[in-house]
């Protein structure tokens, strides 16, 4: 049996029996061969002595938590919770109208389930839970401060993953004896025994959500600036920047920033006024990563990869406002050292502190400069590991800034790197035990 199991009979004051699924004759666990394997833990359980009518609760570790998902939504008379550990639920799936119980237990150093992801379930949690303030109680969320991936795992974490983990902080057993008090928690609020029991879970699971909402707040935050409500506020920043102007002079416009669907066709920014007031309006793409993160072994970046953003450049602006002042050329290049730095100094001091333990460099190489949209639109923003070294380097395209009314004179289009993708870095990636091997995106 896995440590947790044991630590988890000597704490548990009801009787328990715990059977871990044998895998050895598979490839992997599936839906297939899962009520296979089940049917024989009964049936040694049955041996066992365990009689009938007890109440089943299924736990699983890592990527193999989508599969038991899957199998308790479809049976949900056969199981009465589910512990996703090194997990969470599936994105298909809401915990509001999930027929179990559902007890996530994630370390904060989990190097394959990113915190970063963890902040997405605090935020449809918190949010659900605005209507069900039950749900956290009912679905509790716990974050294992210093753990990572392998706590629960023991010596059989494959090697892929053990090098993508992240080295744990806290003491393996000190943390275990942490999760299997909530664990026991958990199970004994939903059989209502021993008495009292509801009301210590939850006590507990209030707190163990507060304290991931504190632990994750750095994260929401900045992943906000890149889009919220379908326009991005990093956008809005980077053309204010872009105009050039300083002091008073940048209280002469306004900026709205919208993100597009990039399936139709790219709208060209404009400037504007209504009242007394000049305005400029940009559009913008965000790009994620093309995977299916629930379901693959190892998730995929949570962040944006890029912000496809098409801003008007200074001289177009300037002709515009008249008698003003262009400060300073500002590049892509610039706005995206600044978007590193914005993410740095959001993070939380102990993020910060193991980002610097690392000792990783970031360097910012001048813009690729394209000579047409298409070639602009094409390239994404490159980011490459260079031995210790973050290399970023961003794409530009201008338009000249002719007289006249055409609307895509004086342009300037960046491939930004969105803060959330820098914070990401500075939270998992850049402090992953793999963190000298090349290709680390």
């Not at 297939?32 to 041996?47: D, F, H, M, R, T």
């Not at 299916?292 to 801003?311: F, T």
């Not at 008007?312 to 995206?336: F, H, S, V, W």
Request: proline share 5%; with cysteine.
């Amino acid at each position: 049996m896995h440590p947790p199991g044991i630590l988890l009979q000597n704490v548990c004051p009801l009787r328990l029996w715990i059977a871990s699924l044998d895998t050895s004759g598979e490839s992997t666990l599936t839906l297939s061969n899962l009520p296979v394997l089940l049917y024989e833990v009964e049936q040694k359980l049955a041996e066992a002595g365990a009689g009938a009518g007890y109440d089943l609760f299924l736990a699983a570790h890592g990527h193999v938590g989508h599969v038991v998902s899957v199998y308790t939504e479809a049976v949900p008379g056969k199981v009465r919770g589910l512990l996703l550990l090194g997990t969470y639920l599936h994105r298909d799936f809401s915990l509001k109208d999930f027929p179990v119980s559902v007890m996530t237990i994630v370390g904060e150093l989990d190097g394959v389930t990113r915190i970063t992801r963890i902040a997405s379930t605090v935020q449809s949690m918190e949010k659900a839970a605005a209507s069900d303030p039950d749900l956290i109680i009912e679905n509790p969320l716990v974050v294992l401060r210093g753990s990572n991936h392998a706590i629960f795992a023991g010596d059989e974490l494959p090697l892929s993953l053990y090098e993508l983990d992240i080295e744990p902080e806290a003491d393996e057993i000190d943390a275990l004896q942490q999760a299997t008090d909530f664990v026991m928690l958990f199970f004994t609020s939903i059989l209502g025994e021993p008495e009292g029991a509801e009301e210590r879970a939850r006590k507990a699971f209030q707190q163990t959500f507060a304290d991931a909402k504190r632990l994750t707040e750095p994260i929401r935050t900045v992943r906000n600036l890149t889009q919220e409500d379908m326009k991005s506020y990093w956008v809005k920043t980077a053309q204010k920047w872009l105009s050039g102007l300083e002091g008073p002079e940048s209280s002469l416009i306004e900026v709205d920033s919208f993100v597009t669907n990039s399936d139709i066709l790219p709208l060209p920014p404009t400037l504007g006024v209504e009242g007394r007031i000049k305005y400029v309006i940009t559009f913008s793409d965000v790009s994620y990563e093309d995977a299916i993160d629930d379901v693959a072994s190892v998730p995929a970046h949570q962040a944006a990869l890029e912000i496809a953003a098409r801003m008007i450049g200074p001289e177009r602006i300037q002709n515009y406002l008249l008698n003003t002042t262009i400060a300073r050329n500002y590049t892509c290049k610039d706005i995206n050292y600044a978007s590193f730095l914005t993410a740095y100094h959001s993070a939380s001091e102990e993020a910060r502190n193991r980002f610097d333990q690392v000792a990783r460099s970031v360097i910012f190489l001048p813009d690729i400069v394209t000579d047409s949209e298409a070639v602009w639109k094409n390239t994404p923003l490159k980011v490459d590991m260079v031995g210790h070294e973050t290399h970023v380097t961003s794409v530009s395209y201008k338009t000249r800034n002719e007289e006249g009314s055409d609307p895509y004179a004086g342009l300037y289009f960046c491939k930004l790197l969105p803060p959330e993708r820098a914070l990401e870095w500075i939270y998992v990636d850049s402090i992953r035990r793999n963190v000298a091997s090349p290709g680390v995106r």
